[in-house]
Every structure is written in C-alpha cells, then in structure tokens.
DNA sequence: GGCTTTTCGACTCG
DNA sequence: TCACGAGTCGAAAAGCC
C-alpha cells in the first residue's frame, strides 16, 4: 500500500499477492517456499526481498499489546436490549447487519430456514417436443408469473451479433431452446412472446438483448426486472454484471453454469432477493420509471448508428501524416538522432539526459513528460513545442482517424453505451468512444466535420444544457446569489467574478471570468487550494484566498458543502435528488487522504449525479417526443444530445426538444438549453426559437 | 524465445 | 499529494507456454 509507506515486493502487486497467499496461507510461508513458486523473476525478487516482506506484513499487522488502562470485562459482550438494538438497526437502514444478527442469536425457526435455503438448488430441465414448445409458450403467453430468461449469443460486437440460444425458468423448471435451428412454428410463438408487454420477463442486461433482438427485427417488450441495473442501482461501484456474479451475491460458493438453463434456474432465485434489496434502498422506482425504459433507447441509437464521412476521414489522415513526418523530421534533427517519439522513457532520455533540460517532476518509472511540464519547458529548447505538437496530432492520428476507421460499417459508426460503468450514474460510451471527440483545440474539432446525417439533406440538431451543475448546486444549496444569477439568467462566470473581486459585473476582466470559472468548476469537484492553483497556474495560497472570498459570497454554497459532507459522513453514502444512491466507504478509511477522497466524492456525486438522472429523464421525454418526426436520436454526450433530422421536421423537432429538456425535471431555478443545427458536427449554428 | 495480457503514461471529452 | 467522472492508444513490463 504505497499510500502508507508500505513498500511490499517489486513485481508482486494485489494480484500476485492474493494468489499467493490463497496458497501459501501466510507471508512466513511463502518465503519459505520460495522454490516451489512459478516465475524465475518472481522467485528471485522474493529471495532480494524477504526482509521488505516482512517489514510490510509487520507495518500493516495490528499490534495486539499496547499497554492499556481499559477494564476487559467490562467489554464483554452482553446481548444488547433487542428492542433498543433493533430500533437502531433499523435507523441506519442495517438491514444485512439485523440479518446476521438475528441468524446468531436465533429466535425464530424462520431465520434458520431462511439460511439453509440458500443453497442453490436448479430446476429441473424440461426437454420438449415442438408439440409441447407450442403448448408451453401458449400457457406463458396467458400466465402473469414472470418468465426468467437468459440468452447466448454469437458473441463480439452486439450490434452485428445474433441470439443463438434461449434459457428459460418459470415455477420450478428450466428450458432451452435452441434459435439457431428452431422450428418455426415455435420460432413465431416465441416471437409473439418476446413482443407482448402484458408477458414479463425478467433478464440481464437487457440492453443488449435489444441490440441483438433489433438485428433480426424483433422488439422486445414487457421487460419487468434488469437483474444488472438492479444490482447497478444498488451497488454502482461494482464492476462484475456477469449473471454468475449476480448470482453469487445472495448464494455465495455458487460454481459455474451447465446451460442457459441452469443460469436461468439460477438468476430466477436471486431475482426476488434483488426486489427486495431495491425496495429496503428505495431505488426501484428509479430503476423500473428510469433505468429499465432508457435501455431499448439506448440500443436503438446504437442500432442507428451515426454516419461517418469515410472520405473526409482519410483525407484529413493524410493530412495529419505529412504533417507528423516532417515534425518527427525536425525532432529528430533537434535531438542529434532517431528514437520513438511515442515512447516516454525514450523521450525523457532525450530531454533530461541529453539535451540536458531540467525535470520538473517524476513518475514511479522515470521523468514526467506529459503537457504540463513540457509547457514550463517550452522557453528552454525548440524540441519541447514539436513535442507537444507531435503528440496532440499523434493521438488523433491513432485514435480518431485510425481508431475510427477501423469501426466503420456500411458508412456509420456504432457505439456502445455503458449503462452500469459510472459510480455517479452517467453513461459512458466504447468502442469506439464517441464522448470524447476532440473540440477544445481548433486541429482536433476540425475532426467533428466527419460526423454527419445518414440521409442525404438531413441535419444534425444538437442541444446541450447550459451549466447544468451549477443550477444543481444552487438547487441543492438554495444559495441566494448563485439562485439569483440563475434567475436572471446571467452569465454566471462573470458574476461570480463581480462578487469575488468585489467589482460591477461590466468591469469584470477576462482574467477575472477565467479565474472565477476554475473556482466554480472546482466546487462541482470538491475544491482544493492545491488543484485550483495548480489549474489556474497560481501559488497555492492565492488560488487559497479566491476560494475565502468565494465563500465569504456565497454563504448557502459553502454551508450546503459542509452539510453534505457531514451527512455522507454519517451514513457513508450519498444519493442524488432521483434517489440514486453511492456508498463512500472511503470516508471511513483510516488513510487521510482517501478520507478527504471520500469528502469529495461527497461533494461532486450529488451534482454530477444528478445531472445525470436529469438528462436520463430527458431522453426518456425525448425518445417518446420524437415518434411523429423523422428525426433519430443519436448521441448523449453527458450534457449534450445529437439528433439527426430531416428538414422538413427541424423548427417542431427543435421545439419539442427544447420542451422536454428543460422541463425534464422541476429545480428551483430554471434549466436552459441551447440549441444548434448544422449539415456536420462542427458546422453547427446556433439555433433561435421563434 | 515468442506470443499474450496487464500496467503505465499520455491524450481525449463533460 | 490531490481536484470529479469517463475511454483509447502505444510502449513497456509482466505473465505464460
């Protein structure tokens, strides 16, 4: 754990560790085994570093014998006053904790019962004729018991993938149904079945299977539980959505799936456990009116797909060589000789070594080369400027042109949206990633030229919220100036600037507005003196007396930031203003620094969270909006939305747009958007109502 | 020794 | 020693057969 100073063994990391200490059982002996474990590297920096070993299992052991004053009988454990105990637990919503506890000192059989049926047991596989299929589907179709189903696939990417198998569980049996091959009487009637809303389905990642089922051109319906944005909701932290994973989480020690049915079988008795755990949280509303309803959304603007001007792209790529040879040409020149530009250990010898420039700072291998720091270094040698150049036109070279070529089918790119990757509940987007698209700097937002309208004529709308944070904040802090700003609609930089320089919003500088928009970018992230000096370029102790100055303005802002921290503090959680909930252990680790981490993951979840469910449910009010037009929703790119539309359907798509974003959900200040319309992504003109 | 996977450092976005 | 939240690329390091 570098961050207390315990060195550990090079080359041996969590991983490693784990594994063996998993064989091994202790630090002692794994050294004195040293012989019988795989890795001749592994082997050798074990025997250099036996004593570090030791040293770090000792650093890290707690000490049993300190000298104390303490009574130890007078801490024995006596069974608490259940009624006291139980209403506590149940005010701090302990709910696992009241759990275990009540399976240790048992009072009800039920209790017991509860935990012996937690063994998995799989329902017993029904093999059927096409005969008996047509009988089962048609007893589904009329049944209201919900239907667990899971799903194999071709595999790869889901929007050029098939289903290839069903698994189904309903009261106590399991089914499979080979799709690849289905008879297609049977083939129609499953069909029928995925269709009907009145049918429901309970499955994972249902996204996904709307992706796939898209592909062959059926719409699934009725899907009345995601197991994966349940356990999403619950917990958005966790990385593993596999349905073994899921399982695992109430029938832990489950091994793995025979067939779809046995997964199925199994997800079936977890589902229930879900339900509960969402309603104990008070997320299901959020996932069933939210969470669920923006998945078939979401596959459809996959699906869509937006058009890429392959031509344009290649163009631009030639352009970006010949311009990359004769930057590589020149840095080497400056250099004295060849080397990979690419590489940061190779350039770092280059600059420090050779030429001699001074470091600034290092990284755990080497000297820092990265922008920063070649920035302070610009003066010193004419190498450092085509460096920088070098790399800015690298990177859209590698991953915009090349990067994006490489995913293009039949003239469009298809993305994927994550929905249960973000710990604040945003989307992120791969493969290839399309909410990153350059646009700070001129050379990389040319790029934006090559995202267009699949149809001839068409144009692309794009409509993105307008300091959305900020109007959270001011929401959630009912700050007087910063609600007032809002309300008048002002440029709030700028007025942040007049309060904390103490000037008439006409006399506020450029340098004044830029400095007042760091601070107010800070506050979404959890200010620090440190980070904002270090993005304003300025001493630690000047970026210090903005932020007094800022809160010695605005009061609320400051008083919210407090309350919050010590609300999370107490409940090691917080939720946004739709509920969605984030655990913050860390503000329980013994480390400061990830306590202060944990403050503020406090402060910034709220407010980015919360911008998140806004333009969640504004896409769910947009979708639906959208149905009489011909226009397709494209992108979400957190707080912009693109659309492609015909143009006819501009002027109502644009209105009705407009409408839905902002009235998405009711703050206390208004929420803004502002509209743009053009032929390309970057040929975009400000679009004006009326 | 050669191939694959993981980590690191750099860059991109809101 | 630090701003919050993401993803991708190429090079280097580590792991595997």
């Known amino acids: 754990d570098a961050s207390d100073n315990i060195p550990g063994v090079p080359g041996v990391g969590e991983k490693t560790a784990l594994k063996l200490l998993w064989e091994y059982g202790s630090v002692e002996n794994v050294l004195e085994n040293i012989d019988k474990i795989s890795g001749k590297k592994l082997q050798e920096n074990l025997r250099n570093n036996t004593d570090k070993a030791l040293l770090s299992k000792k650093l890290a052991t707690m000490l049993y014998d300190i000298p104390t004053e303490i009574d130890l009988d007078k801490m024995s454990y006596r069974r608490p006053d259940e009624k006291v105990f139980a209403g506590a637990l149940d005010k701090y919503v302990l709910k696992s904790v009241a759990r275990i506890w009540h399976e240790h000192h048992g009072i009800g059989e039920e209790e017991r019962g509860i935990a012996q049926e937690e063994a998995l047991k799989p329902w017993p596989l029904r093999e059927l004729s096409t005969e008996e299929w047509l009988v089962q589907l048609a007893k589904w179709q009329a049944d209201t018991t919900p239907l667990i189903l899971t799903y194999g696939s071709t595999g790869g990417n889901p929007h050029w993938g098939k289903v290839t198998g069903w698994g189904m569980a309903a009261v106590g049996e399991s089914f499979i149904l080979n799709w690849t091959d289905a008879d297609p009487e049977v083939r129609q009637a499953f069909i029928q079945l995925l269709e009907d809303p009145a049918v429901s389905k309970q499955v994972g990642d249902s996204k996904l299977l709307y992706s796939l089922l898209l592909n062959e051109e059926i719409n699934l319906r009725g899907v009345a539980l995601d197991i994966s944005l349940a356990a999403y909701l619950i917990n958005p932290t966790r990385n593993k959505f596999e349905s073994l994973e899921l399982v695992k989480e109430y029938i832990p020690g489950v091994g793995e799936f025979g067939n779809l049915a046995e997964e199925a079988s199994a997800l079936a008795q977890v589902a229930d456990s879900y339900k509960e755990t969402l309603e104990e949280l008070g997320l299901s509303a959020l996932l069933h009116e939210m969470e669920e309803p923006l998945s078939p959304i979401l596959a459809r603007m996959e699906n869509q797909g937006i058009a890429v001007d392959v031509q344009r792209l290649k163009e631009f790529g030639q352009e970006l060589t010949v311009e990359l040879q004769r930057l590589e040409q020149e840095i080497y020149a400056d250099a004295g000789e060849t080397f990979n530009i690419n590489s940061p250990q190779q350039l770092g010898h280059i600059l420090f070594e050779k030429l001699g420039l001074p470091p600034m700072k290092k990284t755990k291998t080497g000297y820092s080369t990265d922008a920063d720091t070649l920035e302070e270094l610009r003066t010193q040698h004419p190498i450092v400027d085509k ?82 944070e900020l109007r959270i904040l001011a929401h959630y802090s009912q700050d007087q100036v910063l609600c007032e700003s809002f309300s008048l609609n002002q440029d709030v930089h700028t007025r942040t600037a007049s309060e904390v320089f103490g000037v008439p919003m006409e006399d506020v500088t450029k340098d004044m507005r830029r400095k007042a928009k760091a601070v107010n970018f800070g506050l979404i992230y959890g200010l620090t003196d440190f980070g904002l000096g270090r993005d304003l370029g300025v001493p630690r102790k000047e970026a210090k007396t903005y932020i007094e100055k800022y809160f010695h303005r605005y009061e609320g802002v400051k008083r919210y930031l407090e309350e919050i921290v ?38 910034n979840t709220p407010i980015q969270g919360t911008a998140a469910d806004v333009m969640k449910l504004a896409m769910l009010g947009v979708a639906e909006a959208l149905k009489p037009y011909r226009a397709n929703l494209l992108l979400q790119v957190h707080d912009e939305l693109v659309i492609e539309v015909a143009p006819e359907d501009v002027e109502e798509v644009a209105k009705v747009v407009r409408d839905e974003m902002e009235n998405a959900f009711p703050l206390s200040v208004p929420l803004t958007i502002e509209c743009k319309t053009g032929p390309n992504w970057y040929d975009m003109e400000s679009y004006s109502f009326e």
């Open 387 to 468: 460096v920088l150049d070098y790399r800015q036109l690298s990177k859209l070279m590698s991953t915009y042109v090349n990067g994006l070529l490489a995913q293009i089918h039949e003239e469009r790119v298809h993305t994927t949206f994550q929905q249960t990757v973000t710990a604040t509940g945003r989307l992120s987007s791969t493969e290839p990633n399309l909410q990153n698209i350059p646009i700070r700097l001129e050379l990389g937002r040319l790029l934006r030229k090559v995202f267009t309208p699949t149809q001839e004529g068409w144009v692309l709308l794009s409509a993105d919220y307008s300091q959305i």
């Open 566 to 603: 010590v609300k999370a503090k107490e409940e090691a959680q917080v939720r946004t203003l739709l509920n969605r909930l984030r655990r913050i252990p860390e503000l329980r680790h013994p480390n400061r620094v990830q306590r202060q981490f944990g403050e503020r993951i406090a402060m």
